[in-house]
């Protein structure tokens, strides 16, 4: 019987304790966001370190964001050209192909994409810089590391991704205009006027956006917080820089649920 | 201790704990201005943690750190940084940013807090880098450098502000002979001219013997002795005899504590080894 009531407590105190860590990390989390918001400004006063980030995670990201969005873009239009072609609208297939890249394909997979390419690697480095001291030297030497790593690293990423998403989606359209105005031969004019007048700019392109930029800060605060909390060995590291790909892309499919019921329906 | 010594850093009472283990119980010391100090004990006993207590990075669960009068956790972010900018300090690992090349890692505290021109911080530099002896490494990346010379270039960076003080993270650990010889003459030689304040952590007994003006020994938590070196050398007795003259056994028992040998051999129930 005691034995019982001991596993019974044993269990409860391990879901206290799991839930207490769990709200602890929570509080970090928000504490640090906080901080890194407050620090925000600061980054206009050091352009160049902005720059070599928005370099690192933008243009870095470029040659995966092109070849997927140009791969992405072929897809579709063949799968819409295959269905619609049975109904005699193959001409819609250019409204089929931008609509579903401007409204959820584009900011989805690109940012997926960027947690996989930008965010893994952005904390790779933060853990590094930590467990090599790095981290600790530069506030030794009176440089605050909010100010001089993190808040250029967090604005570069929420700038860079609707930038690579935009080229994205225009890879994703002209990957389907090769694919069925060139080969399967859907009139050229029939194409781009359908796209043209179907696609609305406030509606399917902002909206669109305003997900990616979304989907930045995400990725971003994901990257940042599970870098500056590894634990510092290499095993801490890449245990980090996994939870960063799993949960950023989670955190992407489920924040991509709630924006599309609130701006679609 | 020496009436006449003015303390830079004081530390009161100091009590400082990592998750349920106490890492510092109790602790006060002082270190006084212009010497070198040297805060000694085995590997495990939070030295590290107690320069980063000092710069501020960590804060102690009850106590006080006074730098030059001022209560260390008790001044805002901004002050703070402003206190470390006349702190140096050398981490164990060097700590070069890897992605700067040996000149820019000097350069880089003078190019962050000073607006000098380019042709006097370059002056600035070489001057720095000629001070450690890698004047000629200046293009050199931090990969390139063995450890001893990563070590020297923190060391130049480290003093790139003009520190009024300087901490060393374990300076010798990992060296072979000659590193630890240049290190040495550096610590001394720098600390003399640059009339810098200089808190060594170390376990390595005969460098510190060479350099150091006081030496305060912790081991589990509790400062065990304090004084200058030659007090130091003349105990014969207890912890401090064993930890300075390196003996196996004495106060820090060569066996892990456990029942009896005998015991342990005879005893037919064999969970009592688990």
Redesign the interface.
Known sequence: MSLLVNKVQNLLQSLGKGFLSNVEAFGRGSLFMWSLLLAIPSVFFRFDLLLKQIYVAGVLSLPIILMAGLFIGMVLSLQGYTILVKFSAEEAVGTMTALSLLREIGPVVGGLLFAGRAGSALTAEIGLMRSTEQISALEMMAVDPLKFVYAPRFLAMIIALPLLVLIFNALGVFGGYLVSVSWLGVDSGAFWSQMSSEVDWREDVVNGMIKSVAFGFLIAIVALFQGVNAIPTSEGVSNATTRTVVHASLGILGLDFVLTSVMFT | MTESTETLIEIKNLTFSRGSRKIFDDITLSIPKGKITAIMGPSGSGKTTLL?LI?G?LKPDSGKVTVEGLNVHQLS?KKI??L??K???L???G????DLNVFDNVA??LR??TKLPEEMLEALVLMKLQAVGLRGAKHLMPSELSGGMSRRV?LA?GIA?DPEMIFYDEPFVGQDPITKGVLVKLIKTLNDSLDLTSVMVSHDVDEVMMIADYICVVSEGKLIAQGTKEEMLKESTGYVNQFIKGLPDGPVPFHFPTVSYVEDLTSSNKSSLL
């Not at chain 2, 700590?95 to 890897?98: D, G, M, P, V």
């Open positions: 980063k710069a990075q972010r940084y402003q470390r900018r702190m140096g300090m981490f164990q690992s700590a070069l940013l890897t880089f505290p962050e807090h923190a960076r502000l």
